[in-house]
């Protein structure tokens, strides 16, 4: 809960700026709620903060250039106003560490992906000497410290994220993530109830849970604590509307997880899973320890237990070695599978992984090339998806109201489409009935049922 300020003392604001993937979003929130029980409010005004912590993403060079553009842009605020404190945290501080500090004097901290947790502590630390911190513990606590209550901008929200391992085993040829992340590491379920359990309290209808692989949650934790268990014990001690998880691994997706979309109610019937290739020579070298018939398999299944089944993946262009044969593979696959959504990369080199060292790099401008072709195949699939569900009658979790300022309230289905339809405010955080009449690339539209 955010305590009042001391009287005498001035309100102090933190302004964050979240870069990368969900498991960064949550992080942030932390970084909230542990601040503003220490009396900070959140600001969306840069200008206005005290504090301005930057949460970083190293997945592709990309990312990381934006997170060295922005910390860079900051100098001319510090020196406009020195107390003002820049706090680094995430991926990039953690592969980097004291190189940030050294590029950038007017950083005051870089806290590594395991330490979120101190941020608090370190800001204080700080107040007394002014000195440049970088702290990059080597483990991962126990468990998320979990600081109960939300800052009031967020407990309005209706869906929340609740981060339930953290780190990954996968060591997949091309990811910094294990590297930046750590090793693999489940929380207790328990501690994952009392969390959702607060988070409902608080009026969130439907929560995400995060891990880099939730397929293998558990492990470490003993019995009766693998991912479905979690499922499960969710589904009978809260009262949800709706349950949503993100990221599986194909290598790890069971038959008992396909058969829980069939058997509980709460969880959305939808599912994010990465293919990353159509070539099986290319999987192998991603060390991803499945084929493309293996994956195949897997959706056929999934769809026989569940045929309305919303779909999506990541998919990247241009790993090394990868031939017009190879790329052709991958589009193969996606015509087999017409996938709801998909998020599709440029392959990108990055330090620490195997792949760096792999020989035949792909040029940029084949890469490129390819990206657009994959990219168009998959917009005419989706549209083509969107425009098949007109007619079709859903049920929307209404989540607010719609950015594009018509008045219109927004939501999604199961399967994860967004939806826009006109109906009063009142709906919003309750589950309705939509006919859906038009579809657009990115969105549907539809008309409330009473
Ligand atoms: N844990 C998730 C993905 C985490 S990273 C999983 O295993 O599916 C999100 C996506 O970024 C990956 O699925 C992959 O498609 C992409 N990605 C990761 N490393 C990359 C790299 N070096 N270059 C380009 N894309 C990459
Ligand atoms: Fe990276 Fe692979 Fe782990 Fe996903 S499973 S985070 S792609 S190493
Ligand atoms: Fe990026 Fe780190 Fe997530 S590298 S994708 S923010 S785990």
Known sequence: MKSAPHPSSRQKYLYTHTFGC?????????VQRALSARGYACTD??????????????VREKAEQKVHSFVGRLRKLKNRKPSLKIVVGGCVAQQLGEKLTEKFDH???VVGTRGVHAIGDLLDQHEWDRRQRVHLPGDAPEDI????????KLSAKVTAPVTIMQGCNNFCTYCIVPHVRGPEKSRPPDHILLEIQALESSGVREVLLLGQNVNSYGKGLGENTSFVDLLRRIQAETQLLRLRFTTSHPKDLT???MEAFAELPMLCKNLHLPFQSGSDRILARMNRNYSSVDYL???DHLRRICPEMGLSSDVMVGFPGETEEDFQDTLR???RVRFDNLFSFQYSDRPMTQSVNFP?????????RRLTQLQALQARITLEKNLAEIGKRHNVLAEGKSRSGDGQITGRTEQNRAVNFSGPLSAVGSLVRVEIKEAFSHSLKGQLIS
Do not use: W
């Open 297 to 299: 398999r897997k959706i």
């Open 145 to 152: 410290p979990y600081e109960h209550g939300l800052p009031e």
């Open 333 to 335: 696959l996606m015509e």
């Open 107 to 109: 950083l005051d901290i």
């Open 45 to 58: 005004i840069m200008e206005q903060a005290d504090v301005i912590f930057i949460n970083t993403c190293s």
């Open 22 to 30: 969900q498991m960064n979003e949550y992080d942030s929130l932390r």
């Open 255 to 257: 038959t008992e997880l």
């Open 360 to 368: 035949h790099k792909i040029p940029k401008s084949i890469k490129t």
